[in-house]
Nanobody, 122 residues
Framework: QVQLVESGGGLVQPGGSLRLSCAAS????????MAWYRHLPGKQRELVAS???????NYADSVKGRFTISRDNAKNTVYLQMNTLKPEDTAVYYC????????????????WGQGTQVTVSS
């Protein structure tokens, strides 16, 4: 079993910053990728940023230049630094990971965190 535990959401004023964290634990052989998605009210879940092992990162156009994804591989943790937040960034943010589990036959599974609310409002 693998668990993803998120933290760092909350209420912030427009222009402010937040940092989300997501720690993976359990039967992990190797993490192939980690990403952040968000679910805006009335819309489908969308990819915010992703980090693939080897260093490649990708961002949604709406957050480029404002958000930064980073990983601490020793801690199996991914972060999302969110700067210059806007009211339209208000959403539930979900951590996602593609993990090779440490059980024969070492399948790659997709895991999701429980979600953390980010509210940008004055």
């Amino acid at each position: 079993q693998v668990q993803l535990v998120e933290s760092g959401g909350g209420l912030v004023q427009p222009g402010g910053s937040l940092r989300l964290s997501c720690a993976a634990s359990g039967s992990i052989y190797r993490i192939r990728s980690m990403a952040w998605y968000r679910h805006l009210p009335g819309k489908q879940r969308e990819l915010v940023a992703s980090s693939i092992s080897g260093g490649t990162s990708n961002y949604a156009d709406s957050v480029k230049g404002r958000f930064t994804i980073s990983r601490d591989n020793a801690k199996n943790t991914v972060y999302l630094q969110m700067n210059t937040l806007k009211p339209e960034d208000t959403a539930v943010y979900y951590c996602n990971a593609q993990i090779i589990t440490a059980t024969i036959p070492y399948p790659t599974n997709t895991y999701w965190g429980q979600g953390t609310q980010v509210t940008v409002s004055s």
